[in-house]
């Protein structure tokens, strides 16, 4: 279940998605697109993820995912994997 909506990753993250449920594909983008058309069909740039997927994400991406069955979809699931960026401060 995704809780949060941002992550802050410094590299590759390996992230795995189940379906919780018995039916239905794991549909999801990682170019910010709803894997969902407007209407209730898939679009073309969703990728089947199966009942699991494992994907690497790199920093920048944004993840959306939703559980299809047929023409029944889950709510839309979104999350950012965003940049750490380290800031080092000197004294004098």
Do not use: Q
């Amino acid at each position: 279940e995704i809780e949060d909506d941002k992550i802050i990753i410094s590299g590759d993250f390996d992230l795995t998605m189940r379906n919780s449920g018995s039916n239905g594909t794991i549909y999801y983008t990682t170019d910010g697109s709803d894997p969902r058309n407007i209407g209730g069909s898939k679009s073309p740039n969703a990728i089947n993820g199966g009942t699991v997927a494992d994907i690497v994400v790199k920093p920048g991406t944004p993840l959306k995912a939703r559980i299809g069955n047929r023409e029944i979809w889950s709510a839309l699931h979104e999350i950012i994997f965003d940049y750490l960026i380290i800031l080092t401060i000197y004294s004098f």
